[in-house]
């Protein structure tokens, strides 16, 4: 199976700030990457895909980077509604696999 | 949207069968997915089925106990979850597929295996 790995896995930062979320997968996936947001008692929403596809509604100051085996995501002002945990996923392989989490909180 | 139904609590070694009702997309063009979380735990994906039901795959951790089906007359999927474990407990969520993303999930239903 492809291992995610997510870092960091907590992250407090104020409103306004740029904040970036890294992913590494434990082989190449090429670009297929998704990002998902996940508050607690509600859906999980998808964020981007294909690494850094932004998904139809999603706002511009949500950004995905990287290939292979090294991705980010980035929020470049985080607003007071981007708390959550935020998880990587590869669909590169069966079994789907996702990344650990960052729980993202707003000081 | 997606609506899981048919959680609750339920001792080892028995069974239960989840329900996700879709609605407001063209269900039988869609493979649908099952991911769950156990509690304080990450996403951890259990099963697909393609969109005509012809291709299912599985998580090593449920192959041979849990089998997923759908009904596209009714715009219905399921999962039969049998020889539940105390590790199954988990909030299972349904969720639709685009092109191996899953770009529509529900709000997911709580199973507790406990004796």
């Known amino acids: 199976d492809i291992q995610m790995t997510q870092s960091p896995s907590t992250l407090s930062a104020s409103v306004g700030d740029r904040i970036t979320i890294t992913c590494r997968a434990s082989?190449?996936?090429?670009?297929?990457l998704a990002w998902y947001q996940h508050k607690p008692g509600i859906a999980p929403k998808l964020l981007i895909y294909e690494a850094s596809t932004l998904q139809s509604g999603v706002p511009s100051r949500f950004s995905g980077s990287g290939s292979g085996t090294e991705f980010t995501l980035t929020i470049s002002s985080l607003q007071p509604d981007d708390f959550g945990t935020y998880y990587c996923?590869?669909?590169?392989?069966?079994?789907?696999?996702f990344g650990g989490g960052t729980k993202v909180a707003i000081k | 949207q997606l609506v899981e139904s048919g959680g609750g609590v339920v001792q080892p070694g028995r069974s239960l069968r989840l329900s996700c009702a879709a609605s407001g997309f063209p269900f039988s063009s869609f493979a649908m997915h099952w991911v769950r979380q156990a509690p304080g735990k990450g996403l951890d994906w259990v099963t697909l089925i393609s969109y005509d039901a012809s291709n299912k795959y599985y998580a090593d951790s449920v192959r041979g106990r849990f089998t997923i089906s759908r009904d596209n007359s009714e715009n219905m999927l399921f999962l039969q979850m049998n020889s539940l474990r105390p590790e199954d407990t988990a909030v299972y969520y349904c969720?639709?597929?685009?092109?191996?993303?899953?770009?529509?999930w529900g709000q997911g239903t709580l199973v507790t295996v406990s004796s």
């Open positions: 996923q590869q669909y590169h392989t069966y079994p789907l696999t």
């Open positions: 082989q190449t996936i090429r670009s297929w």
């Open positions: 969720a639709r597929e685009d092109a191996d993303y899953l770009d529509l």
